[in-house]
């Protein structure tokens, strides 16, 4: 008997929305531009760069779009008659917001402080409980929120290093429908077929599990500097959680409230570490170019497994992901002192390896991003960014085969879904 919970995918929802200035730049060049105190996030090294003391505050607003379109999906006891429904679940993207705040200061010519809070990696997605994926997902929900001190030490004009440490937090509630009519038609409870009297696909229950907890990394730092040139490399770990809470059950008949009691539940749950390389160029004293190149390290979720302490089965979803790039270029132009104008582009690879993998939890695959910005010096202490992107998702497939174990009960969920991104951020920095 499977509880037919299904676990959150910790993929293609980590936020790199952490800088308005580099998302201009489709975050080409992130780890070498230093512009303001975001670099605490992307390389703590580039602090050596900001002087005096530097406080930078944004907001990035997502809007996301997923609708699913159906192409066979079917039920254990299709060949009863049984199907899934026509609901196909309108559009499950839900605005999220992600907001950061990062401060420097340079305590002599050597050494340099800084202080990051931020969010990492977040989702929301909801389809109602009446759609043909219900046994897969309803509601998703994952927050994080990171606190991340650093320092930094300027070695000589060229060289400088950064460490940071990063305490960060999760809490998530992940939702799906239990189709316990058929449950009950298949013999599943120890009784006679069909003994408490369900119906398939229409005596539906429900479970959410909920929890969070504290984990903990590190990242760091390297930036190098000719005279037209740098180049900035950065390392964040993974971090590892034991995500505990509560399991909760809703049943359609009361002989089955003892077998699915509330519960408490707990998960491990490991969030991945991050290894990028960027470089910017200063052609002239208008324009410069940028580049960037980052490696996610996806590949140590190769199941996720959720367990009851009531007796019931672990809940377990095949992950089998693997690590993921992330390639982008871009450009800015700076006519005079007050006006800065950003444009890039990037090609972000999804890690899930195929539609047999792809959850609708998180119904994401490759993406292209295309960028742009303005930065506006308002005073000498004070600027602000702005920008947008759009990020072109390519029609993510979902293949729940129902002849595997993990999907019988939950459905064979088989279709595409039109997915896409919108990203509209602004900062506002303050030197001093």
């Not at 530097?54 to 996301?64: A, K, W």
């Not at 340099?112 to 931020?118: E, H």
């Not at 077929?193 to 760091?220: E, F, H, I, M, R």
């Not at 180049?231 to 009361?254: L, Q």
């Amino acid at each position: 008997m499977t509880t037919g919970v299904s676990q959150v995918n910790a993929a293609g929802f980590q936020l790199i929305e952490q800088s308005v200035s580099s998302m201009g730049t489709a975050y080409a060049g992130a780890s070498a531009l230093a512009e303001d105190a975001t670099t605490v996030f992307f390389n703590p090294a580039g602090m050596t760069r900001l002087p005096g003391s530097n406080v930078s505050g944004g907001l990035h607003i997502v809007i996301p779009g997923a609708e699913f379109s159906d192409r066979g999906s079917t039920h254990v006891l299709g060949a009863a008659g049984v199907t899934l429904g026509n609901n196909s679940g309108g559009d499950a993207g839900e605005v999220a917001f992600a907001p950061n705040l990062f401060l420097t200061h340079e305590l002599n010519e050597k050494v340099f402080l800084g202080l990051g809070l931020n969010v990492p990696f977040g989702l929301a997605t909801e389809y109602p409980d009446s759609w043909m994926g219900r046994y897969h997902a309803t509601r998703s929900e994952i927050m994080t929120f990171n606190i991340n001190p650093s320092l930094a030490y300027k070695v000589n004009d060229a060289l400088s290093l950064g460490i940071g440490i990063n305490a960060m937090y999760i809490d998530a509630e992940l939702s799906n429908a239990i189709d316990f009519g058929s449950m009950d038609a298949l013999g599943l409870f120890g009784l006679p077929p069909g003994a408490l009297g369900l119906t398939p696909a229409a005596s539906d229950g429900k479970a959410t599990v909920s929890g969070d907890d504290w984990g903990w990394g590190y990242n760091l730092g390297l930036m190098y500097e000719l005279p037209q040139t740098r180049f900035g490399v950065s390392f964040r770990s993974k971090v590892d959680f034991d995500v505990s809470g509560e399991g909760e059950f809703k049943v359609p008949h009361p002989g089955l409230a003892t077998a699915f009691s509330n519960t408490g539940a707990h998960s491990d749950v490991t969030l991945p570490w991050t290894f990028s390389l960027s470089a910017v160029h200063q052609l002239n004293p208008e324009w410069s170019i940028m580049a960037d190149y980052t490696r996610t390290g996806w590949s140590s979720l190769e199941e996720l497994r959720f367990k009851f302490n009531n007796g019931l089965p672990d809940g377990v979803t095949t992950m089998e992901w693997k690590d993921s790039n992330r390639f982008s270029v871009g450009a800015t132009y700076t006519p005079d002192p007050k006006w800065t104008y950003r444009a890039g582009l990037a090609y972000d690879e999804s890690p899930v390896p195929n539609a047999e993998y792809r959850t609708p939890r998180v119904p994401t695959d490759d993406r292209i991003w295309l960028a742009f910005g303005i930065g506006y010096k308002i005073s000498s202490s004070l600027s602000l960014d702005v920008g947008y992107a759009h990020l072109f998702v390519d029609d993510p497939e979902v293949d729940k085969d129902i002849t595997d174990p993990e999907n019988t009960l939950r459905g064979g969920l088989n279709g595409v879904y039109d997915a896409s991104v919108d990203i509209v951020s602004a900062q506002l920095n303050w030197r001093f």
